[in-house]
């Protein structure tokens, strides 16, 4: 048995709704024809896509990493078929395919797209705020015209046209006691909890690394995983908050006060596009307004050449010389 658009349709539903009702609802079919559609895919994959319980429905691992691929391929489908509409109807319509972190695409992509698409007659534009694993994938798939992501980059099939760095910074409470400060020093957080980002593999690195150097452990911090939600926390006063400066000064809190930090704590990411795909004049134009917005809202903005990536590499995500995580 060959697995269906129908069968692959039926399952995106299920999982994104939530419930085989709420997808027979949304298709316009019965709910048996749903079951037996998933009971169908199930079959001819081999795998158990779901688990029951009672009336509800949950996802397995295997059905929910199954669902990131079909996600990123059905969007792709969608935009495939409006595009065949658009020609047939006669109808010229530029499109555009973005995505970046929660920070980059609220922060810089949507003030970028104002400068662009407010330019361009007949243009339509898909923002997605994604992981930077993800926005990574879309691009090197050709599933996005434009991707701002997080280092490390692995740049196969994708084609890196600059890298952004900025110092990261400190975001408290207004009437917290540290800010009266012009600038923090990490040594003034020792007995603070700190606010600040999950993922060890990119940002927090290197928060880590800076308070290791300054001989400062975290001390029951709260991990989030975006900086606006560490942000948040800051202003019910459950720490200081200490993020990329994007989601800083791009999205104004009330009751927060925003505070550079005296040790460096570098937050950087690169502009990347398909490496197959020709580069469109209207993207070419969005990159560098994405530069334009970096320059006018981060203090101490810098932008490195694409050639520089491996360097940046190597300064930003080195391995800790007293880790013990190397393999015997």
């Known amino acids: ?32 024809a749903v079951s037996r559609l998933i009971s169908d895919l199930e ?4 795998l158990i896509l779901f688990e029951r319980s009672g009336a509800r429905l949950y996802p397995t691992q295997a059905g929910l990493s199954m669902y990131d691929e079909v996600r990123h391929s059905y969007v792709g489908l969608q935009n495939i078929v409006e595009k065949a509409r658009q020609l047939a109807a006669g109808v010229s319509v530029r499109r555009l395919t973005l995505g970046a972190t929660p920070a980059l695409s609220g922060g810089l992509l949507s003030s970028a797209l104002t400068q ?6 007949m243009t339509q534009a898909v923002l997605s705020s994604m992981t930077s694993e993800s926005v990574i994938k879309s691009v090197a798939d050709g599933v996005l015209d434009l991707g701002l992501a997080t280092l ?5 099939d994708t ?16 009437d917290d006691p540290l800010a009266a400060r012009e600038a923090i020093s990490l040594a003034e957080l020792t007995s603070r909890r700190i606010l600040t980002v999950g993922n060890p593999f990119r940002l927090r690195r ?10 400062l452990t975290l001390t029951a911090p709260l991990e989030t995983n975006t900086s606006l939600n560490a942000v948040m926390a800051a202003r019910n006063k459950l720490g200081v908050a200490i993020v990329e400066p994007v989601t800083a000064h791009a999205i104004p809190v009330r009751g927060v006060v925003i505070r550079p930090i005296l040790e460096y704590i570098p937050s950087v990411w690169g502009v990347i596009t398909p490496a ?6 209207m993207v070419e134009t969005l990159i560098e307004a994405v ?13 490195h050449p694409p050639e520089e990536l491996n360097t940046i590499h190597t300064r930003l995500f080195r391995r800790d010389p007293d880790s013990d995580d190397s393999c015997s």
């Not at 079959?43 to 081999?46: D, I, L």
């Not at 662009?116 to 007659?121: A, L, R």
């Not at 490390?152 to 196969?156: H, L, M, S, T």
């Not at 197959?276 to 004049?281: D, E, I």
Request: aromatic share 6%; with cysteine.
């Open 1 to 32: 048995m060959q697995i269906t658009s129908r069968q692959i349709e039926t399952f995106y539903a299920v999982v994104s709704i939530g419930s085989m009702t709420g997808a027979a609802r949304f298709l316009g079919r019965t709910q048996s």
């Open 43 to 46: 079959g001819s994959t081999g």
């Open 116 to 121: 662009v698409v407010g330019t361009q007659d």
């Open 152 to 156: 490390p980059i692995d740049i196969a």
């Open 159 to 174: 084609r890196l046209h600059w890298i952004g760095e900025a110092p990261c910074v400190a975001v408290l409470a207004e």
């Open 206 to 215: 290197t928060i880590d690394a800076a308070l290791k150097a300054n001989s």
């Open 276 to 281: 197959f795909r020709p580069l469109p004049p």
């Open 291 to 303: 530069e334009s917005v970096a320059t006018n809202l981060l203090p101490g903005f810098v932008r």
